[in-house]
């Protein structure tokens, strides 16, 4: 059982950056792809942003290309979402996901239905 924290969400203006945390209980280099998603009010959760669980593969939303950056450190057990421009349609809850993989596996993950483990997840709102 992997349990994840998210942290580094709150209020920015439009333009502005965060840098979201995802700290992992064990050892996220324990073959865990990792992935960033978001939920606006009144929508579904989409995909933003996942890398592989060595970190050589990165994808992206398109809605979100060129503005953020996932990465991870394995020593650290952290996954980062570095988000920048933000814009108001950034808002919404945003969770890191696990999934875990085999020792080769350089995918990335785009679904929710396939990952494993889930935060709760921390609140992004980006004032106009």
């Given at each position: 059982?992997?349990?994840?924290?998210?942290?580094?969400?709150?209020?920015?203006?439009?333009?502005?950056?965060?840098?979201?945390?995802?700290?992992a209980?064990?050892?996220?280099?324990?073959?865990?792809?990792?992935?960033?998603?978001?939920?606006?009010?009144?929508?579904?959760?989409?995909?933003?942003?996942?890398?592989?669980?060595?970190?050589?593969?990165?994808?992206?939303?398109?809605?979100?290309?060129?503005?953020?950056?996932?990465?991870r450190?394995?020593?650290?057990?952290?996954?980062?979402?570095?988000?920048?421009?933000?814009?108001?349609?950034?808002?919404?809850?945003?969770?890191?996901a696990?999934?875990?993989?085999?020792?080769?596996?350089?995918n990335?993950?785009?679904?929710?239905?396939?990952?494993?483990?889930?935060?709760?997840?921390?609140?992004?709102?980006?004032?106009?």
């Amino acid at each position: 059982q992997v349990q994840l924290v998210e942290s580094g969400g709150g209020l920015v203006q439009a333009g502005g950056s965060l840098r979201l945390s995802c700290a992992a209980s064990e050892r996220t280099a324990n073959f865990n792809a990792m992935g960033w998603f978001r939920r606006a009010p009144g929508k579904e959760r989409e995909f933003v942003a996942a890398i592989s669980w060595r970190g050589g593969s990165r994808n992206y939303a398109d809605s979100v290309k060129g503005r953020f950056t996932i990465s991870r450190d394995n020593a650290k057990n952290t996954v980062y979402l570095q988000m920048n421009n933000l814009l108001p349609e950034d808002t919404a809850v945003y969770s890191c996901a696990a999934k875990r993989v085999s020792f080769r596996d350089a995918n990335t993950y785009t679904s929710p239905k396939e990952y494993d483990y889930w935060g709760q997840g921390t609140q992004v709102t980006v004032s106009s």
